[in-house]
Each structure stands twice: as structure tokens, then as C-alpha cells.
């Protein structure tokens, strides 16, 4: 059974930095593309950050310079170091794990609210 378990997230003034995590089980991690979505309130869920399983990233323009995603294969987890926040990345963050076949598995989510 695939389990995505984020955590990090919580509350940061304008300006701060938080990491989030997300650790993998089930599932051959070092062989999958990881992506970090969020939702901010009464929107759509956009992809934030992603990396393939060789290391390549790619950025929201959005987080372009301010988010970095990264990955530890021996510990099956996948970060998102987020950097000079601003009230906009208010959302709730979950990772993602996929596709695989046909199927793409998400974490339960974490909330990440930027005062200003």
C-alpha cells in the first residue's frame, strides 16, 4: 500500500521560510516522478514544483527562485524548501507520487498560511 505523509507545514509571517517533507513508503520511490501541488482557498489545485526520478526540477513560475524541490532517495522523501513567502502561497500543499501506470497517489496535505 502507497502512503504519502507530508509535514512542515504551519503558520509563517511575509518574508519567512518553511520546509515541507514528505516521506514515501510502499512503493519504489528513487524510480518515480514527485511533484509538490497546492490548493490555496476556494481554488483550483496547480502544480508548484516537480522532479523526476534523475534529479530534473521543474517551477511555477509563481515560486520560480523562491521554492526549491529536492529529493533523498535513501530516505524515500521529497522536499520543498520554501523561501521568501508571501501571503499568495497561502494554501493547503500535498505531494504527489506519480503517475504510475495509471494512477497518480497524493499525501493528505499540509497547510501553509502566510500572514502579511
Known amino acids: 500500500q502507497v502512503q504519502l505523509v507530508e509535514s512542515g507545514g504551519g503558520l509563517v509571517q511575509s518574508g519567512g521560510s518553511l520546509r515541507l517533507s514528505c516521506a514515501a513508503s510502499g512503493i519504489m520511490f528513487r524510480f518515480n516522478f514527485m511533484g509538490w501541488y497546492r490548493q490555496p482557498p476556494g481554488k483550483e489545485r496547480e502544480l508548484v514544483a516537480s522532479?523526476?526520478?534523475?534529479?530534473?526540477?521543474n517551477y511555477a513560475d509563481s515560486v520560480e527562485g523562491r521554492f526549491t524541490i529536492s529529493r533523498d532517495n535513501a530516505k524515500n522523501t521529497v522536499y520543498l524548501f520554501m523561501n521568501s513567502l508571501k501571503p499568495e502561497d497561502t494554501a493547503v500543499y500535498y505531494c504527489?507520487?506519480?503517475?504510475?501506470?495509471?494512477?497518480?497517489?497524493w499525501g493528505q496535505g499540509t497547510q501553509v498560511t502566510v500572514s502579511s
Open positions: 522532479i523526476t526520478s534523475a534529479g530534473s526540477t
Open positions: 504527489a507520487l506519480g503517475p504510475v501506470g495509471t494512477r497518480t497517489y
